[in-house]
């Protein structure tokens, strides 16, 4: 690859891998590591080493790859939708994109290894499925034209993802292998699957869009976008107990029910006023305050 690719990929980094993706992976990886060793039984041990290090690494530039996935299998649709993405206007090639997710599938599989064979396996599967959701846009229609079968089809890679960090967390010895460690990922399934409604939801008809709100309609859209957060909240207290801790534990175990009031508040702002567009901000704030709360938690218990 030579300069002036480098330069085209840092741009593309840049404008499409935005500092909220980074944010994101940062609370995932910490807010999983840290449930999940509440839950299993193993709190007490539980603090970022250099192998959530790796992991936090890995998780970033798999983002980053599946971000890169998504700029070609979309290119249809961004040329009518979104004429400025990099790939529409040439500021990109296929070719450069398709280099670069070469070398992070290497260098992910590479620094999953210095975990665990486990790692190193469920990262493959990963980045491997990014590939199939890609073959399967470009193969069957329903895929790329209903909103509710691409759902079904594309949402377990981020499933794929959440295992890798509890796998890769349980083989370093940071997270026991229960049940309720892998039941985790029901917390940060609706707290994902909260945003990615959110957004895709709408008081306008635009039936040449993905919108979740062309199918179920806007309140319909809007009221599925605060169910997930609610069950996120509800799979939160379910596993870590927070009636069986006590001191600041119990406290910061109960903050996750008070924090569903935020995506409440969006959707009455959504209902009640004239504004076409779901608010971002509250499902932004909940994810946020939802895996910070998790942290503390996971570190106070």
Known sequence: MNGSSVGRIVDFVRVMYRPHYALYGLLWVLALEGTAALVSGAPGRWHPTWETAVRLLVVLVVLLYLRMVDEQKDLEYDRINNPDRPLVTGAISATELRVSMAL???????????????????????????????????????????????????????????????????????????????????????????????????????????????????????VTTVLFAAAAVAADLLLAQPWQLGGAAAVIGWIPLVLIVIPLVGLREFLRTPRETFPLGPPVVFIIALYATLIAQAATA
């Open 104 to 222: 992070i599938g290497i260098v992910s599989v590479a620094a999953s290894l210095t975990l665990s064979i486990a790692s190193a396996v469920t990262i493959t599967a990963a980045l491997a499925y990014g590939l199939f959701l890609w073959a399967a846009e470009e193969t069957v229609p329903a895929v790329r034209r209903n909103i509710m079968v691409n759902l079904v089809i594309t949402y377990p890679v981020q499933l794929l993802v959440t295992a890798y960090v509890v796998v890769s967390a349980i083989d370093t010895g940071q997270v026991e292998q229960y049940w309720q460690a892998y039941a985790t990922a029901i917390i940060f399934a609706g707290a994902f699957l909260q945003f990615e409604f959110a957004r895709k939801t709408t008081k306008v008809v635009a039936p040449e869009q993905l919108l979740y709100s062309n199918t179920l309609g806007a309140t319909g859209s809007a």
